[in-house]
């Protein structure tokens, strides 16, 4: 595993035997017709399939803002998204705590700092340009007892590093003030941080792919890529979109090239153009609690621990949403389906895959406790509210009810490591130079999303000679 923090284009064999011709702009032929089906909208051609120079794999928030980049930087190539839902933003992106990061945690210089950072300001600049709203509400990372201070004042640190703007550390009665019914010895204060619906915004991002000329197809399940020859007659140009993408209900698309930001699949998708198996996606999923409405009055804005080195995920904390509610937790286990947002959800295949990967395995042997544990508070509601007292004393058991659930889709090494690099791939043969898998954009790939699609944009343009 690279050095946490690092761009890491991690490269299969034969990737970079790529075709060094440029692409061209597209024209429609008098026989090519748009309809819309349902939620769908084709673009078919008298031969039953489509035509595209790119085409993106997966409608979540990564995928729409890399798709839209793409189009406004090429507006005159013919780019297309497909979907393999009824909806855009139907799991990470839709299932999420809709927090907006400042850019605290992560090491000062990093990739994933710097993306977070400017991610957050063009967030926000585009809520604003499409009528988006979102809250400034802030964000409290409290200290509630003096050994987690040294932590919380390399937060501090660490955060000016990255250029966050408006930290401050405060005490005890600042925090009562901002926080009447909070305790903690002290706290880092993030005025910049806010909350919208992800969900929402990752809609926008499709409309404004479409409104700028691109394509989605929803309900089109991708099972497999390959390369095929031109069957429409004889053509000067050869062979001019070679990969046909192929759908669970027989779809068919074909592209020049092929982008793949598949998030909870990403591992398989990249998988089908002959790329190694890891890094492996493990799904977590994280179960949150609501806040009563008549108890919300006890928490203002967001809440949330000095993080714990020796844990490999963050702990609870209180989240304010857009529609007014209040969300408490999550816990982190292991997803047994990787789209599974209930407690009980059960998938085979998917509990097979994670079972059988070493590097989970090592993760689970090194954590267990912390396993046992959080999988004892996802079943027991009072052993996650006694987690959440130690910032709200007042919160009872009988404040609460069970909440929504969302599965994180987390790239591990064969040793057991979070990998917390952006990883990149490609494949092998002549398959592999025309496709792009984004196999890893880890959190908060939502705040960062406009810079990530950025970041990928030059990719896919380096890669493909665009």
Request: aromatic letters at 8%; a positive charge; proline letters at 4%.
């Amino acid at each position: 595993m690279a050095a946490r923090g690092k761009f890491v284009f991690r490269v299969c064999t034969g990737i970079l035997g790529r075709n060094a011709s440029l692409l061209k702009p597209h024209t429609a032929s008098a026989s090519l017709q748009t309809m819309k089906i349902g939620r769908r909208q084709f673009c078919s051609s008298n031969t039953g399939q489509t035509e595209f120079d790119v085409v993106i794999v997966g409608g979540g928030i990564v995928g729409l803002a890399a798709a839209r980049e793409l189009i406004l930087r090429h507006p005159q190539l013919k780019l297309a998204v497909l979907e393999k839902e009824k909806e855009l933003a139907s799991h990470q992106s839709g299932h999420n705590s809709g927090v907006i990061h400042s850019g605290i945690y992560y090491t000062p210089g990093s990739l994933k700092a710097r993306l977070c950072v400017e991610g957050l300001e063009l967030a926000y600049k585009y809520c604003d340009d499409n009528n988006i709203p979102y809250k400034k509400c802030g964000k409290l990372i409290v200290a509630v007892d003096q050994e987690e201070v040294p932590r919380l004042e390399k937060l501090y640190e660490r955060g000016q590093q990255n250029g966050v703007k408006g930290l401050r550390l405060v005490g005890a009665e600042e925090i009562r003030e901002m926080e009447p019914h909070c305790q903690g010895v002290k706290a880092l204060d993030s005025p910049n941080t806010g909350i919208v619906d992800w969900g929402e915004v990752a809609k926008s991002y499709g409309s404004n792919f479409q409104q700028n000329g691109g394509q989605v197809f929803t309900e089109f399940e991708v099972t497999d890529f390959k390369t095929t020859k031109e069957s429409q007659g004889d053509s000067a140009e050869g062979l001019k979109y070679p990969v046909t993408i192929v759908g669970q209900n027989k779809q068919t698309v074909r592209a020049r090239y092929v982008l793949s930001c598949g998030g909870l699949y990403s591992d398989r998708l990249a998988e089908k153009s002959g790329c190694s198996s890891v890094p492996k996606i493990v799904g977590f999923r994280g179960d949150y609690l609501l806040l009563k409405p008549e108890k919300c009055h006890l928490v203002k804005g967001n809440i949330y621990p000095v993080p714990n080195p020796a844990f490999p995920f963050l702990g609870v904390h209180f989240t304010p949403r857009m529609d007014g509610s209040m969300w408490l937790g999550p816990n982190a286990v292991l997803a047994f389906k990787r789209e599974g947002y209930k407690l009980l959800d059960f998938n085979l295949k998917d509990t097979v895959d994670a079972l059988g990967f070493k590097g989970l395995r090592k993760l689970v042997y090194k954590h267990w406790q912390f396993g046992v544990g959080e999988l004892y508070r996802g079943f027991n509601m009072a052993a996650q509210v006694k987690q959440l007292q130690r910032y709200v004393p007042e919160l009872r058991v009988q404040d609460v009810t069970r909440g929504p659930s969302g599965v994180r889709a987390q790239a591990l090494d064969e040793e057991g490591q979070l990998v917390d690099d952006f990883v990149f791939d490609g494949g092998v043969g002549e398959l592999g130079s025309r496709m792009l898998h984004v196999r890893n954009a880890p959190s908060p790939a939502a705040t960062s999303s406009l810079a990530i699609a950025k970041m990928i944009a030059d990719e896919v343009q380096n890669k493909f000679e665009l």
